[in-house]
T-cell receptor, first 117, second 109 residues
Framework: GAVVSQHPSWVICKSGTSVKIECRSL??????MFWYRQFPKQSLMLMAT?????????EQGVEKDKFLINHASLTLSTLTVTSAHPEDSSFYIC?????????????FGPGTRLTVL | GDSVTQMEGPVTLSEEAFLTINCTYT??????LFWYVQYPGEGLQLLLK?????DKGSNKGFEATYRKETTSFHLEKGSVQVSDSAVYFC????????FGAGTRLTVKP
């Protein structure tokens, strides 16, 4: 099946710094990728939809200037958490849709755990 | 808008017990329905899916049937194992995906 990777798998940073998380589709080209956030013992909340070559679409309540998304190629989307603060600590998960596959199926990355001190 | 309501748990069972995790959805039309499993510290793995009414998804002994009349997609397994301990998410997919709250399952030997 389709494989999605994320890097790094975990990161610890100081408050005020920026952190970039990469999401790659390894064996397919993904025109659409999604970024989710998951707090401990909670469900996944969609943050934004990332479309290759165009601006991301953010969900209501998600600050686009804080969570910068770039989808510059068909296999890579990046999420940059700018000026991170402790409340941004969370588990960030990306997913990608394979255009060759079932229309509504998404393939998920293993997640990135961000801890802001 | 689309939404998923899932039995929250936690659920604790003994090995070889029968498992049911309820999931109902609200949506117009015919979205695809999914069950994902998340092991500690990991991302989501697709467990099974169904794309139209009356479809039955199955994998690793787990089953779920897409019931349009009751807008449900309940997850079942006849005999759980300790290795099934994880968090299970019901999800509804169209352009994007909406998740239920997740159900933590613990299976004791």
């Amino acid at each position: 099946g389709a494989v999605v990777s994320q890097h790094p798998s975990w990161v610890i940073c100081k408050s005020g710094t920026s952190v970039k998380i990469e999401c790659r589709s390894l064996d397919f080209q993904a025109t659409t990728m999604f970024w989710y956030r998951q707090f401990p013992k909670q469900s996944l909340m969609l943050m934004a939809t990332s479309n290759e070559g165009s601006k991301a679409t953010y969900e209501q309540g998600v600050e686009k200037d804080k969570f910068l998304i770039n989808h510059a190629s068909l296999t890579l989307s990046t999420l940059t958490v700018t000026s991170a603060h402790p409340e941004d600590s969370s588990f960030y998960i990306c997913s990608a849709r394979d255009p060759q596959g079932s229309y509504n199926e998404q393939f998920f990355g293993p997640g990135t755990r961000l801890t802001v001190l | 808008g689309d939404s998923v309501t899932q039995m929250e748990g936690p659920v604790t069972l003994s090995e070889e017990a029968f498992l049911t995790i309820n999931c109902t959805y609200t949506a117009t039309g015919y979205p695809s329905l999914f069950w994902y499993v998340q092991y500690p510290g990991e991302g989501l793995q697709l467990l099974l899916k169904a794309t139209k009414a009356d479809d039955k998804g199955s994998n690793k002994g787990f089953e779920a049937t897409y019931r349009k009349e009751t807008t449900s997609f309940h997850l079942e397994k006849g005999s759980v194992q300790v290795s099934d301990s994880a968090v299970y998410f019901c999800a509804l997919g169209r352009h994007d995906m909406r998740f239920g709250a997740g159900t933590r399952l613990t299976v004791k030997p």
